[in-house]
């Protein structure tokens, strides 16, 4: 019979009831130290004070209204993002996979009011994950995903990730933009090289397309910077927001300039929710931590810790791990094991981590994880590999 969930999930037999900070309490009580974050999304981990008191307060005068209204908590959060971006105009979504339609109309919706309507294909590579609605699954392109699923939103040209001269010889007059994850986050932690980024904007330039990041799992600090981007010294004409923005209150966003979301006009998108006051009071208070320097400099400095710990976990244990990498609070540690077996030693020894393609772990913290958390997160993650290397 099938469960009443419907079983699109393998889920591992853990029940968590409570969580304060980077910690997870299990139903039996059991205290867990989370390097997930519920797959980067908890960025001040859980239950913080700041965001607890911006939920409660708005829940006390008003849940919801509608688009058809002005939201003063929207738009003190579209204010923050527009400040410390690129960006000159801000959508609300409820979800990554929602910002992704609406980041491919829009990219279509320019070039169609330019006169240009034969431009609809997207640049997109292989590893990518943009959601699972038909264009972000289309997008993405991979068996797994839009296998059954047919037909296809057209549209999409499917690259080799890292493959520039691909994207030069791939462009032609339907070509409207390239859209490309900064770190690929399911795709198993692969950073973009900073010049790979870089050259992928002056080919846009040079061809007048428009350059759409995903950042919906590598944005909000996650990198180290308050958009992963940055490092590169570029900035997009479209950028997908989601997961940390809301702390764990769904929320996304899709942030643009004024050119690239010159075609959306009164009536062509819309979302009952997005952009609701609850989700967006939390996406205020959430902004207010991650934007501040000193609070990225705290994530550049636990970084580091957590990267020097973990490569002495390789140097210990180089049958399980073979390397690390990523940036910042995004880590992916490439398993010479099976990468399924670490995560399930790590629910053995009460730690947390998330698997994704490329046979790699994920630890994707809290953002506010602590030097004690560090040093716990090794004592379980080598207790772990040390069960891995014993099996
Ligand atoms: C890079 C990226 N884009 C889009 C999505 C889809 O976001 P959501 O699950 O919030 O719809 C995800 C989710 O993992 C993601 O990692």
Not at 82 to 94: G, K, Q, S
Request: proline share 5%; glycine share 10%.
């Amino acid at each position: 019979m099938i469960p009443s969930v419907l079983p699109t999930y393998t889920r591992a037999p853990l029940h968590f009831v409570k969580g304060e900070g980077a910690w997870l309490t299990e139903a039996d009580g059991r205290r867990f130290l989370d390097l997930g974050a519920g797959i980067a999304v908890n960025a001040l981990g859980h239950a913080h004070p700041a965001l607890v008191k911006a939920l409660t307060d708005q829940a006390q005068n008003l849940w919801h209204v509608s688009n058809l209204y002005h939201i003063p908590q929207q738009q003190a959060l579209a204010d923050k993002l527009v400040e410390h971006t690129f960006a000159d105009t801000v959508f609300f979504t409820n979800s990554g996979t929602e910002a992704c339609e609406l980041a491919v109309k829009m990219a279509r919706k320019y070039f169609y009011d330019k006169g240009q309507p034969e431009r609809v294909e997207i640049i997109t590579f292989d590893g990518s994950f943009h959601g699972r609605s038909s264009a972000g699954i289309a997008a993405a392109g991979s068996e797994k995903m839009v296998k059954g699923f047919g037909p296809l939103l057209p549209g999409f040209v499917h690259l080799t990730f890292g493959d520039l001269d691909g994207v030069t010889n791939a462009i032609t007059d339907k070509t409207a933009a390239i859209l490309i994850e900064p770190v690929q986050g399911e795709g198993g932690i692969r950073p973009v090289p900073d010049a790979d980024l870089k050259a992928l904007r002056q080919i846009c330039d040079d061809h007048g397309l428009l350059l759409i990041l995903d950042e919906v799992q590598c944005g909000v600090g996650r990198t180290g910077r308050l958009f992963a981007h940055e490092w590169a010294g570029i900035t997009p004409d479209i950028m997908m927001v989601a997961k940390g923005i809301g702390g764990g209150f769904p929320l996304g966003a899709v942030l643009a300039t004024e050119e690239a979301a010159s075609g959306m006009t009164v009536g062509t998108h819309g979302s009952t929710y997005g952009g609701n006051p609850l989700g967006c009071a939390v996406g205020c208070a959430v902004m207010d931590h991650v934007a501040d320097p000193d609070f990225l400099a705290e994530v550049n400095r636990k970084a580091a810790l957590l990267r020097q710990r973990l490569e002495g976990l390789i140097a210990t244990h180089p049958n399980v791990f073979e390397e690390v990498r990523g940036s910042g609070l995004m880590l992916g540690l490439k398993c010479k094991a099976s990468n399924l077996d670490v995560v399930k030693a790590g629910f053995d020894n009460l730690v947390i981590t998330v698997p994704a393609a490329d046979n790699v772990v994920r630890l994707l913290p809290p953002l506010t994880l602590t030097e004690e958390d560090i040093a716990e997160a090794f004592t379980r993650l080598d207790a772990a590999a040390t069960q891995v290397d014993a099996a």
